[in-house]
């Protein structure tokens, strides 16, 4: 079944927020969540480059709208979600990276990664969660999270840690939120093909890395499409507190 060719709209008549979705993976997943039927609202800081990707997704016939949002700004966050209205979906997608060894990271470089891939994200799902408690309808939280909250890379720890953390956050909010028919999952990718990595991996060290994936070779913006559908549906009804790793095996890889 290919969600992709506008034939299959499982999600018509949700709505479905993305933050940080100026860019990469959250572009991606407006972009899937519109194919697939769902009014979306792109959120992310730079404004510019929101319109830019809505403009483009508008010409795919994607229904979306875009919304401002520091996702580190409790206050922000709430005013977003008021006047926004309420949200079916939510896929909690905002998040960055400081690249350094540990003994070369500074105070600031945790302090950015752990605000906005950690503290954001538990604003905006619980803005999300309170909100869909009020209306009563129930809704999913979708986490984005990485193997790399599972398993060790070097020059990452703040990320690390932070990806650590959503993934209990993903499961102690699924624990509560169950009884209000709210599902909380989180999808963790391995190492994507894109733009910002694909110089390295075509040096001699980014190829070893790749040979140490069982599949040998990086994932693609289109290897979290299925699962990004079956959480944000109602294929995944009975499914809440669980972490799906797309990782071409990474993360059951040889020690």
Known sequence: MNYMTGSVRQLAGLKALVTGAS???GAHFAEVLGKAGAH???????RTLLEEQAWYLRGKAIDVEVVELDVTDGKAVEAAFVALGPIDILVN?????????????????????????LKGMFLVAQAAARQMRAVGKGGTIINVASILGVRQGKGVLPYAVSKAGVIQMTKALALELARHAIRVNALAPGYLSTDLNR?????EAGREMIRRIPQRRLGELGDLDGPLLLLAS?????MTGSVIAVDGGHLVSDL
């Open 199 to 203: 110089e390295f991996f075509e040096t």
């Open 40 to 46: 979306v609202v792109m959120a992310a800081r730079r």
């Open 234 to 238: 109602d294929a995944s009804a009975y």
């Open 23 to 25: 860019s990469g993976l």
């Open 93 to 117: 997608n905002a998040g960055m990276v400081r690249s350094a060894s540990a003994l070369k990271q500074t105070e600031a470089d945790w302090d950015a990664v752990i605000d906005v891939n």
